[in-house]
C-alpha cells in the first residue's frame, strides 16, 4: 500500500516536471498546499506577495538595461570624438 501512495503522490506533483511550472501549476501541488498549510500561508496573500515581488524586479531588469543603452550610447559618442 505505501508504495502505491508514494506512486500517486509522485505522478500528482511531478506532472510539470517536463517543462518550468506555472504559479498555479505550483500553488495546486499537494506538498507545497501541505507545507502553506502547516506555515499558516494564505495562497491569495502570497500570490500578492510574489506579484509585488516580479513587478519590483521588472523595474530594476528594466531600470539596468535602460542604464546599460545609456552607456553604450556614450561609449559610441565618445569614441567617434577620439576618432
Not at 506532472?15 to 502547516?38: C, H, N, Y
Not at 509585488?52 to 528594466?62: E, M
Request: net charge negative; hydrophobic share 35%.
Amino acid at each position: 500500500m505505501h508504495d502505491s501512495v508514494l506512486a500517486e503522490c509522485r505522478e500528482e506533483t511531478m506532472d510539470w516536471f517536463a517543462g518550468e511550472p506555472t504559479l498555479d501549476d505550483t500553488l495546486s501541488d499537494p506538498i507545497v498546499q501541505a507545507m502553506m498549510k502547516r506555515d499558516d500561508v494564505q495562497p491569495e496573500g502570497f500570490r500578492r506577495f510574489l506579484r509585488d515581488v516580479s513587478g519590483r524586479l521588472d523595474a530594476l531588469a528594466s531600470a539596468r538595461r535602460d542604464a546599460r543603452a545609456k552607456h553604450r550610447n556614450w561609449l559610441r559618442r565618445e569614441s567617434r570624438e577620439i576618432d
